[in-house]
Structure formats: C-alpha cells, structure tokens
T-cell receptor, first 108, second 121 residues
Framework: DIQMTQSPSSLSASVGDRVTITCRAS??????LNWYQQKPGKAPKLLIY???NLQSGVPSRFSGSGSGTDFTLTISSLLPEDFATYYC??????????FGQGTKVEIK | QVQLVESGGGVVQPGRSLTLSCAAS????????MHWVRQAPGKGPEWVAS????????YYADSVTGRFTISRDNSKNTLWLQMSSLRADDTAVYYC??????????????RGQGTLVTVSS
C-alpha cells in the first residue's frame, strides 16, 4: 500500500497567519491527491481534489499544489473556522486508497 | 439534498458479529460506487470496503478481508457492512461514502455522521 505521511502532525497558528501543510507519498502518485478538512464530531469534508482543484463552495484562501510524491495544502490567511484537522488522501492506487495521519491546526 | 444515514453501531464483544446499515437519499444510489471508511479514535480515516454501482465488484482492505462483507440493495437505497470475528482494533467510527470522480480522481463524499463501533469485552 502507498503510505501517506503528513507534516507537521500539529501546529499552532493565529488568525490571519499563512499555514502550509505537507503530504508525502511513499511512491509517485502523479496528481491523484485530495485534501479533506475535519472538525470534531463531524465527517471529513473535501477541500481540494486532484492536487490543486478547489471543491465547489470552498473558500479561495485554500489552495493545493504538488505532483509526484510531494504535495502542500496552504491556507493563505487563517480564519477562526479553519481550526480543524486536515487529511490528505491518495487515489492513485485503486482499490487501496489511503489517507495521511492528519495535521491538527490549533489556535495559538 | 444528498443524505447518508449510518446506523447499527454499538458495543460488541471480541469475536462477535455486527451489521451496519447506510440509508441513502437525495440521489440515485444505483448510479454510484459506495464505500465504507472507518476512523479509529485519534487516527486518520482508513478505507475499508467498496462496492460498484451495480454490486458486481467488491473490494476490501487487507485488514478486513475474509471478515467483512459489503453489500447493497439499490431498490431499497441501502448499503450494508457485515462484520464478523470483530477485534479490538476494529473499534472506530464507520462512515459510508458516495464515490465521486473528479478529473479522473476518486474522492469520498461523506454525507453522514457515522456510527460508532466499540469492540470490547
């Protein structure tokens, strides 16, 4: 199975900060990489698909980039509602899709 | 609107069985592949099983192969996950998810609240 490793596991940031989360795949996955946001007690919500495409309704302060094995999720200016846990997920290896372990964004 | 309502979770002893259900509404279930994804406490999501739109193809994670069975009845708008020989490491919130294909990328569309399965003696 393709392993997905996120860094950092957690970070503390302030409202207005620029935040970058990294996801690394154990082998090349082209651009078959999605990002989800999850808030406590809720299901994950799709933010970015195919590495850099913003899901409908997701604010433009979220962006994704990368290809091959290295990917990033960037929040350009953190808002209070963005404090959550973020997961990457590869869809290159069918049918064994895998997620990262998550990055928790906390309030500083 | 699209809704997925998971049910059937609870506390079960190791080695026993449990069946989860997912009731779909607001879309044509027969047009979509469907998945079960679980999330153990404090961990990232883990894909568990998937079934094609017509039920003809089924896939399982290695961790559940031979113990879990996914099925669907499009006429009843329902998806199931039959779980047997349950182990402590099966403890998780189980979500059903609608499959989406965006620019050739498979995504999981979670529309429910999940159902908690706790395996404990």
């Amino acid at each position: 199975d393709i392993q997905m490793t996120q860094s950092p596991s957690s970070l503390s940031a302030s409202v207005g900060d620029r935040v970058t989360i990294t996801c690394r795949a154990s082998q090349t996955i082209s651009r078959y990489l999605n990002w989800y946001q999850q808030k406590p007690g809720k299901a994950p919500k799709l933010l970015i698909y195919a590495a850099s495409n913003l899901q409908s309704g997701v604010p433009s302060r979220f962006s994704g980039s990368g290809s091959g094995t290295d990917f990033t999720l960037t929040i350009s200016s953190l808002l209070p509602e963005d404090f959550a846990t973020y997961y990457c997920q590869q869809s290159y290896s069918t049918p064994t899709w895998t997620f990262g372990q998550g990055t928790k964004v906390e309030i500083k | 609107q699209v809704q997925l309502v998971e049910s059937g979770g609870g506390v079960v002893q190791p080695g026993r069985s449990l069946t989860l259900s997912c009731a779909a509404s607001g879309f044509t279930l027969s047009s979509y592949g469907m998945h079960w994804v679980r999330q153990a406490p404090g961990k990232g999501p883990e894909w568990v099983a998937s079934v094609s739109y017509d039920g003809s193809k089924k896939y399982y994670a290695d961790s559940v192969t031979g113990r879990f069975t996914i099925s669907r009845d499009n006429s009843k708008n329902t998806l199931w996950l039959q779980m047997s020989s349950l182990r402590a490491d099966d403890t998780a919130v189980y979500y059903c998810a609608q499959e989406g294909d965006y620019y050739g990328t498979l995504i999981f569309d979670f529309r429910g609240q999940g159902t908690l399965v706790t395996v404990s003696s």
